[in-house]
């Protein structure tokens, strides 16, 4: 998917198989920005988009959960190069694996003291952090233990 606008879906996109969005503007969906259907998603590429979501709910922008108690690893995330604002950022459930990721040169909305990587919130072994911002430039790439502020634009 290329630059395309995504907006008033429960998902704005359910991924399975392979997928790569890039150059997208993904806002106003009511729970969560990604979230993989199916079996598994073998390959998720996110990069150079925009993606807001209610800043004041518990929703998120990702969600990588398989349907099968033991689906395949997620063999290929890249969350690159994107800026995020609103709630949690990534979920990843106990059934899915990262086999090889990387996160980063993502630009967060919110500050140092509540930030996107949240204890539980992301438990992605295997996909790496690095050069992750808050809009002020201060790093972005460690688990805090509080969510998201509420923001306002």
Known sequence: MRRTEVTGCADGVKATGSVEIYDSWLHG????TV????????KLVFQRNAAYQDACT???????ASTQPQAAPIIDLRIQDNFFYGSGFITIDRTTT???GTISGNTFAGTAARGPFTDPTYAGAGARRASNVYESG????????AGYACATL
């Open 29 to 32: 969906n009511a729970t969560n």
């Open 35 to 42: 979230r993989s259907s199916g079996a598994s998603t073998q």
């Open 138 to 145: 201060e790093p972005a790439n460690d688990n805090l233990a």
């Open 58 to 64: 518990g929703n998120r922008h990702f969600r990588l």
């Open 98 to 100: 990262v086999a090889s």
